[in-house]
């Protein structure tokens, strides 16, 4: 009988979680939002077990904050934060086309090339959490055909939050389609193998999410 309460406890937990990550990515907890378990578990229908594994799980991926002594929070980061994270984002995320450019595997336009189709066909059926999931695997792909293992590292520090301000910029009008249309640019310099290119583009997309998110923020 055990391992079936196991499994049975797994899968309310994997629920949790999947219930919580897609309303805090729809911004029905809106940054700042205190996480409480009693309230979620009542809202879920779910024993505070699974609630807490879930919180749990989100903490690690960087959806949610832990707040000692007073539970769980959305993530607040203010305009200057999200400019900070933006003008890092930028130098990172440019080096790790450049190098991707340069060291990718052969394979790698084609992998980058079905995250975008995917990445699509998620916007065309207006599935948004699908789509910020797809973006940041196109990124993080880079990351990894950088073959630089701490800037891998260090663009991973950021993720949860990037991952939020991912659902922010596919929200606002027009910056969703623009933002397939600068990914197929950088892919299209991995193709060719141009390092350079790679990374202006990059660059480029990355600033162009910043100045969405600035506008925003009401900082034009």
């Not at 060291?103 to 336009?109: P, Q």
């Amino acid at each position: 009988m055990e391992p079936k309460a196991t499994i049975q406890r797994d899968t309310l937990s994997t629920q949790a979680y999947r219930a919580l990550r897609r309303a805090i990515l729809a911004r029905q907890y809106p940054p700042g939002t205190r996480l409480v378990v009693r309230e979620l578990a009542e809202a879920l229908g779910l024993s505070p077990t699974p609630i807490k594994e879930a919180l749990a799980a989100l903490a690690r991926e960087g959806l949610v904050q832990a707040m000692p002594h007073k539970g769980y929070q959305v993530p607040a980061p203010s305009p200057r934060d999200v400019r900070e994270i933006y003008e890092l984002r930028e130098a990172l995320e440019g080096l790790a086309a450049r190098l991707a450019a340069l060291r990718g595997e052969r394979t790698l336009g084609e992998r980058l090339e079905a995250l975008l189709r995917t990445q699509e066909e998620a916007a065309g059926r207006g599935d948004l959490e699908a789509y910020g999931d797809l973006d940041l695997a196109f990124h993080r792909t880079l990351w990894e055909a950088s073959g630089n293992e701490r800037l891998r590292q260090a663009a991973e520090n950021l993720n949860g939050l990037v991952r939020l301000l991912i659902s922010t910029t596919a929200a606002l009008p027009g910056r969703l389609p623009a933002s397939l249309v600068e990914h197929g640019f950088i892919l299209e310099h991995i193709r060719t193998k141009d390092p350079e290119g790679a990374e202006n583009a990059m660059r480029h997309h990355v600033r162009q999410a910043w100045n969405a998110l600035e506008a925003f923020f009401g900082l034009k």
